[in-house]
Nanobody, 114 residues
Framework: QVQLVESGGGLVQPGETLKISCTASGFDIRTHAIQWYRQGPGREREFVSHITTSGLLTNYTESVKGRFIGTRRNDLNRVSLIMRSLQPEDTAVYYC???????WGQGTQVTVSS
């Protein structure tokens, strides 16, 4: 069964760093670009980042550029998003997505609050 599972969400204070991950099962993630999206309270789901199969090229939405870094560990069938200098407006459910397979993970909650 093709599946993406996010992990690593939680409650952090403003300015802190958090790493969330997306682990694939049922397919080899090394041949798939992966995207991250998020949906904040009362907001539409929005694109956050894209990481290519090699991990050498990533792009990010403007609001997270310079703060978020996408990485991948193909040996673990996993991609991750390192989120630095988190702010309350980053509070959202974060989802990973395979555009090729059109598969979404179930999401992981990230809450930034003092």
């Amino acid at each position: 069964q093709v599946q993406l599972v996010e992990s690593g969400g939680g409650l952090v204070q403003p300015g802190e760093t958090l790493k969330i991950s997306c682990t694939a099962s049922g397919f080899d993630i090394r041949t798939h670009a992966i995207q991250w999206y998020r949906q904040g309270p009362g907001r539409e789901r929005e694109f956050v980042s894209h990481i290519t199969t090699s991990g050498l090229l990533t792009n990010y939405t403007e609001s997270v550029k310079g703060r978020f870094i996408g990485t991948r560990r193909n040996d673990l069938n996993r991609v991750s998003l390192i989120m630095r200098s988190l702010q309350p407006e980053d509070t959202a459910v974060y989802y990973c997505y395979s555009p090729m397979l059109r598969v979404w993970g179930q999401g992981t909650q990230v809450t930034v609050s003092s």
